[in-house]
């Protein structure tokens, strides 16, 4: 009876001690995302969001100036890309944490 009762409670103190650690790491990832993301906001989805400012105010702008629109978001999409797909990854980490 003894024996039960110590592996019981050695099973549990383990299940804690994963719980805590699990618990942590989550929690550095998040620290570290949060940390992360708002440099990549900045750099790769405001911009993205202006041009729907600008549909929104009804501008127009000439074949010319969506040509080079069009060029800056391919050129932004290929440098924040790396970015985005880490920032994916944490984020993935993070759920997988959370189950």
């Known amino acids: 009876m003894r024996f ?3 592996s019981l409670l050695l099973l549990w103190i383990l299940t804690i001690a994963g719980c805590e650690s699990k618990t942590a790491k989550a929690k550095k990832l998040q620290d570290q ?14 911009p993205e969001t202006a ?3 600008r549909m929104l105010t009804g501008e127009k702008l000439t074949s010319e100036q969506m040509a080079t629109l ?10 924040c890309k790396p970015e985005a ?9 993070i759920l997988a944490l959370q189950q």
């Open 33 to 46: 995302y949060n940390a992360e993301y708002p440099a990549y906001a900045k750099e790769c989805v405001d």
């Open 70 to 79: 069009e060029a800056k978001k391919k050129e932004r999409d290929a440098r």
């Open 51 to 53: 041009g729907a400012a």
């Open 85 to 93: 797909d880490r920032l994916a990854e944490i984020q993935r980490q």
């Open 4 to 6: 039960v009762a110590l």
